[in-house]
């Protein structure tokens, strides 16, 4: 099978396209083949030698990046009772071990994947798998989100944050994104009620009583997104170099300051389908990129400017 390796970390070019052998599934797995692959900022990071980078390379000769997946089962191993062969499937693969997605076949654990809404497509499924779950588990799981509280989702255009916009929304919660102008039209029509430009306003100008805020960016922006949140508030970091920070400085101020990763969860990914099957969440796709253009498609996401999410094709 066609895969794409990585022996050592690095830029773009350190990903190597190769030949492989198809897995094999073991007791609890399903065989897909690939049909689209959902590219996140871990992804990036991890070739660059940081998040699990080290973990993952200890561990093997080589690393074959990538988690979010959806394709069609084409073996299942003797424990499996959810799927069949022909089913479409998609899901996060085994997040944050080595998912092995970067590939025509991937083997994942039959807890990791939900079967594919038919209404929408397999590039559509790949984007809305760890950056829907992330938000998902974010906002209802760790922020507990209630209807009528103010929320504030900040890079509400990017991957993670234009699900958090549609999720909040759902839960009944008046909504404040924050992106450049030139999102503000695509921000507001996620359901967002109101459109923070921050590169003219501070949040915390402009909002200091938030019941929850959602910080994809970490840094100088934890104090932004800390300001931003009311006496007893919460406020979510996601990026992993800041997580000993942000409870400290939360604490501070009379806020709840956390930091969480995502981990595969079926029932989350369940919700997450059903919610694509109503058209409720809705994937926006920014770029499709081929297999062979894995490179372009890194680099793409190392702009920091992807609008909702990149997926490549396989």
């Known amino acids: 099978m066609k895969a794409i390796i990585l022996k050592e ?36 990071k991890t070739r660059s030698g940081m998040s699990v980078y080290n973990d993952l390379k200890s561990k093997n000769p080589f690393i074959i990046l990538g988690w979010d997946v959806s394709g069609v089962v084409m073996e299942v191993g003797k424990n499996v009772t959810k799927f069949k062969v022909g089913d479409e499937v998609f899901g996060m693969v ?10 025509e076949f991937v083997a994942a ?17 790949a984007a809305a798998s760890l950056a829907a779950l992330t938000a998902w588990q974010a906002i209802v799981t760790n922020g507990k989100v209630k ?29 404040i994104g924050t992106s450049s102008a030139a999102n503000e039209k695509f921000v507001m029509g996620l359901g967002a009620h109101k459109h923070i430009d921050y590169t003219k306003h501070r949040l915390s100008e402009l909002v200091d009583d938030a019941d929850f ?18 006496k007893g508030g919460t406020v979510i970091m996601l990026p992993s170099q800041h997580k000993d920070e942000i409870a400290n400085k939360a ?9 969480f990763s995502v981990r595969p969860n079926e029932e989350n990914l369940q919700q997450i389908a059903s919610l694509l099957k109503a058209g409720t969440l809705k994937s926006h796709v920014s770029q ?26 396989v």
């Open 9 to 44: 970390a690095g830029t773009a070019d350190n990903l190597i396209f190769t030949e492989l052998p198809r897995p094999v599934p073991g007791d609890n797995e399903v065989l897909l083949a690939v049909k689209a692959i959902g590219i996140n900022p871990v992804d990036i």
């Open 94 to 103: 085994n997040f944050p071990g080595h998912g092995r997605a970067y590939a």
């Open 109 to 125: 654990r039959e807890n990791d994947i939900s079967k594919k809404p038919s209404n929408i497509s397999h590039q559509e499924a």
């Open 147 to 175: 209807i009528g509280q103010r929320v504030v989702i900040q890079a509400a255009a990017g991957g993670v944050g234009h699900y958090a916009v549609q999720i909040a929304r759902y839960l009944g919660a008046y909504v």
């Open 213 to 230: 805020v959602l910080d994809p960016i970490g840094g100088g922006n934890i104090d932004i997104s800390i300001d931003a949140a009311k």
């Open 251 to 259: 604490k501070t101020k009379g806020v709840n300051g956390l930091y």
């Open 288 to 313: 499709t990129f081929e297999f062979l253009q894995m490179k372009e498609a890194h680099k793409q996401i190392e702009t920091g400017r992807t609008v909702g999410k990149i997926v490549v094709t």
